[in-house]
């Protein structure tokens, strides 16, 4: 049996602990960074199997009325488990197991009358609140799944898949703001590379919406092999692409435009009875050298895109710095 006085101490040092866990782990998340959550859950999961000893030591004592209260408690604990860590089944388990048992065991072996009723009881109302503990769960799994498929859904392209002008404005502002610190990134710069298909339109006009169709999610395909797997490959409206290019130098950014021009001009068979020749014009920016806002970043390789269509199409043309 447990000393009252030492389960006490030991009750509310461990109650202390996992304030303090907690608090660090808010202020982590505000920080987005990861908290100290394994050493949260396993100081909860040592004080069940303390609290649960002290509910034994309550029942075994004889005292009925610390036996009611320690069933009160016990009652309460597996409620609240069950409602607030569905997040964790395993673990919440594992927690109404070390709260519960040792009651269970006690009401048992207790030598007042009727309390081995209690006891038998007990099986019933753990196996209750274990089917509502499961029941939550998979009532948030449902729902964490229907968000993010709603969020694939806002942030991804019908046609290609590939991501759409919504995330490429969340993803441009994110490496725009880790521009301003330095620790994000290395303090590299980064490119933006905004593209668009020479000949799309007569594609359309000839062979149809259709084929037109497949012929960019062919090009989607043969963006994302010309870049590398950190590039990201956005479309953002019609035949319009822009790549974002992290930690990449103006030479590098070069090589890569100059590739995706060579893979998109390989001749696109549809069985159509002809080769679908279409050709692709690249305008780029760079920051910070250009700017370090999405606007900004964005306006210059449009600029840049605008010059490489005007002096010929099927060109890479950088933004031009005005000194």
């Given at each position: 049996?447990?000393?009252?006085?030492?389960?006490?101490?030991?009750?509310?040092?461990?109650?202390?602990?996992?304030?303090?866990?907690?608090?660090?782990?808010?202020?982590?998340?505000?920080?987005?960074?990861?908290?100290?959550?394994?050493?949260?859950?396993?100081?909860?999961?040592?004080?069940?199997?303390?609290?649960?000893?002290?509910?034994?030591?309550?029942?075994?004592?004889?005292?009925?009325?610390?036996?009611?209260?320690?069933?009160?408690?016990?009652?309460?604990?597996?409620?609240?488990?069950?409602?607030?860590?569905?997040?964790?089944?395993?673990?919440?388990?594992?927690?109404?197991?070390?709260?519960?048992?040792?009651?269970f065991t006690g009401a048992l072996l207790s030598a007042s009358p009727g309390m081995w009723v209690v006891g038998i009881q007990m099986p019933f109302y753990l196996t209750g609140v274990i089917?509502?503990?499961?029941?939550?769960?998979?009532?948030?799994?449902?729902?964490?799944?229907?968000?993010?498929?709603?969020?694939?859904?806002?942030?991804?392209?019908?046609?290609?898949?590939?991501?759409?002008?919504?995330?490429?404005?969340?993803?441009?502002?994110?490496?725009?703001?880790?521009?301003?610190?330095?620790?994000?990134?290395?303090?590299?710069?980064?490119?933006?590379?905004?593209?668009?298909?020479?000949?799309?339109?007569?594609?359309?006009?000839?062979?149809?919406?259709?084929?037109?169709?497949?012929?960019?999610?062919?090009?989607?395909e043969r963006l994302k092999r010309a870049f590398r797997s950190g590039d990201c490959v956005f479309r953002i409206g019609g035949d319009e692409f822009v790549i974002l290019l992290p930690a990449?130098?103006?030479?590098?950014?070069?090589?890569?435009?100059?590739?995706?021009?060579?893979?998109?001009?390989?001749?696109?068979?549809?069985?159509?009875?002809?080769?679908?020749?279409?050709?692709?014009?690249?305008?780029?920016?760079?920051?910070?050298?250009?700017?370090?806002?999405?606007?900004?970043?964005?306006?210059?390789?449009?600029?840049?895109?605008?010059?490489?269509?005007?002096?010929?199409?099927?060109?890479?043309?950088?933004?031009?710095?005005?000194?």
């Open positions: 049996m447990i000393c009252g006085p030492a389960w006490i101490v030991a009750d509310m040092t461990l109650f202390a602990v996992r304030v303090m866990l907690m608090r660090e782990c808010e202020r982590a998340a505000k920080r987005a960074e990861k908290g100290p959550l394994a050493e949260l859950m396993a100081a909860g999961a040592v004080w069940s199997v303390v609290f649960g000893l002290g509910c034994y030591g309550c029942i075994a004592s004889g005292h009925m009325t610390l036996a009611v209260l320690a069933a009160l408690n016990v009652a309460g604990v597996l409620g609240v488990v069950s409602s607030r860590n569905a997040a964790t089944p395993r673990y919440a388990i594992f927690v109404m197991l070390a709260v519960s048992l040792p009651y089917i509502v503990l499961l029941q939550n769960h998979a009532i948030n799994a449902r729902m964490i799944r229907a968000e993010l498929d709603n969020r694939d859904l806002a942030i991804k392209d019908a046609l290609t898949g590939l991501p759409n002008r919504i995330f490429l404005q969340e993803k441009l502002r994110d490496m725009c703001r880790d521009l301003a610190v330095p620790a994000a990134n290395g303090g590299a710069p980064f490119a933006v590379l905004s593209m668009d298909l020479d000949g799309f339109k007569t594609v359309n006009d000839h062979f149809g919406h259709a084929v037109g169709d497949m012929l960019l999610r062919k090009v989607a990449t130098s103006e030479i590098e950014a070069t090589y890569l435009a100059k590739r995706a021009i060579d893979k998109i001009s390989t001749p696109f068979d549809f069985g159509t009875g002809s080769a679908i020749r279409i050709g692709l014009s690249v305008g780029s920016a760079f920051a910070p050298a250009d700017g370090s806002n999405p606007e900004i970043l964005l306006a210059c390789s449009d600029l840049a895109l605008y010059d490489a269509k005007r002096t010929g199409k099927g060109r890479y043309r950088a933004h031009v710095r005005v000194v």
